[in-house]
């Protein structure tokens, strides 16, 4: 048997997606993955994609990302878990860390994402991880104010009529106008009250962040910074917009291999 196929046959890739997505983000990435043999799974995170929880109702961090946290505490030991989060799907990859350490999680990789060790914590977790579309005008996203106009916003989402520009340049029309359709508010109050402990093992997980080149959304000096920060055991580049799972899917699909066949013992 090939280490290629003998890769294929023990690893378990969860797709973890952004803020507004859910697991159709992943559509074309999970078909290149699954034709290679792998076990995929795409969960959608509390009130995202197909689960029908009102975004405005789920406040805390934990809850929003309990889809994913119940995925890894039914797994059986013997899975080798790759977990890969785009976007502000980087925070739920960081939490997953903080409770299952290297017990469940073989590799954490960062696409254009938010990597953060503590979470929300300071002004500069701020600065280096919340994106500044100030570029582009002050009235593109839409919010909702679940707790009261007088409270901060419980759930965004850009505006159509930007998102094409800001996240989706380089991706194919087709992509694009799928995303305008199934895009939905993000529980921003939620992911914004992300805050993690030490944790068991944090730092053992191997960690491979993939920047996102011509990234509107999270810019790469933002990317840059977070890695400084903390530092991964590799760092590999795609020449992108924010959605590589659009744009450079086989290219993504490729750094993805390629990070398993350096940081994954079989």
């Known amino acids: 048997m090939s280490q290629k196929s003998e890769n294929s046959t023990k ?18 990435i999970r078909c290149l993955l699954e034709k290679s043999g792998y076990k995929v799974s795409c969960p959608d995170l509390k009130s995202a994609g197909i689960d029908s929880t009102d975004p405005n109702s789920v406040l805390t961090f934990e809850d929003y990302n309990s889809p994913l946290i119940d995925l890894l505490s039914s797994l059986a030991e013997e899975e080798k878990v790759v977990l890969v989060g785009h976007s ?28 953060l060790r503590s979470g929300f914590r300071t002004q500069q977790d701020i600065i280096d991880a919340v994106p500044d579309l100030s570029e582009f005008g002050e009235n ?20 159509k009529e930007f998102q094409r520009e800001i996240i989706y340049q380089m991706s194919p029309l087709e992509d694009c106008s799928l ?12 992911l914004q009250g992300a805050q993690f402990g ?6 053992e997980v191997k960690r491979v ?3 996102t080149m011509h990234d509107r959304m999270l810019k790469p000096t933002q990317q840059d910074a977070m890695i400084k920060r903390w530092a991964p055991a590799d760092v590999f580049v ?15 699909f490729n750094l993805l291999i ?3 066949n350096l940081y994954v013992r079989v």
């Open 209 to 211: 962040y993939i920047k």
């Open 11 to 28: 690893l378990h890739f969860i797709l973890v997606h952004g803020i507004g997505g859910g697991g159709w983000c992943w559509y074309k």
């Open 238 to 252: 795609v020449e992108s917009d924010h959605s590589p799972n659009f744009s450079a899917p086989f290219e993504l």
């Open 88 to 115: 502000a799907g980087g925070v739920s990859l960081t939490h997953a860390i903080h409770i299952f350490g290297k017990k469940n999680i073989h590799l954490a990789i960062y696409v254009g994402a938010t990597m």
């Open 179 to 190: 995303a305008s359709m199934l895009v939905k508010p993000g529980a921003v109050r939620a």
């Open 258 to 260: 390629k990070a398993c």
């Open 140 to 159: 593109i996203y839409d919010f909702e104010f679940g707790m009261g106009q007088d409270q901060p916003p419980t759930s965004t989402v850009i505006k």
């Open 198 to 203: 030490e944790g068991e093992g944090v730092d």
